[in-house]
């Protein structure tokens, strides 16, 4: 997943100052759900992928949240080294997703 340590905030780099539990920072990916604004991190945050099954919700569907560490989520965000590791997830299903 995604972490940033405390004050490491970088919002006009592309990964905000966050990095792959690996340590990389490179990334030519970000689907960020909100604009970050300068400030002091001072915490620990982690990042979730956002999703609703409202219809107000899907526009913010798939989309990065950053949050804190400690809250439980579902699932979390992955980086793959390679094409074809994982297969697509179609929009709509209404079924679990389980990787192996």
């Known amino acids: 997943g995604l972490q940033r ?3 490491q905030c970088s919002p006009y780099k ?3 100052g966050f990095t792959w539990m690996t340590g990389d920072q ?4 970000t689907n960020w759900l909100k ?9 620990t945050r982690c990042v979730v992928l956002s999703f609703g099954a409202g219809e107000a919700a899907r ?5 990065w949240l ?3 560490c400690l809250l439980a989520v579902d699932g979390y965000l992955c980086r793959f080294s390679y094409r074809g590791m994982c297969e697509r997830i179609e929009l709509g ?3 679990p997703v389980v990787y192996h």
């Open 5 to 7: 340590q405390p004050r």
């Open 14 to 16: 592309s990964l905000r």
């Open 26 to 29: 490179d990334t030519w990916y």
């Open 35 to 43: 604009d970050e604004y300068p400030g002091s991190c001072p915490a």
């Open 59 to 63: 526009h913010a569907n798939y989309k």
């Open 66 to 68: 950053d949050g804190s």
């Open 93 to 95: 299903a209404r079924r």
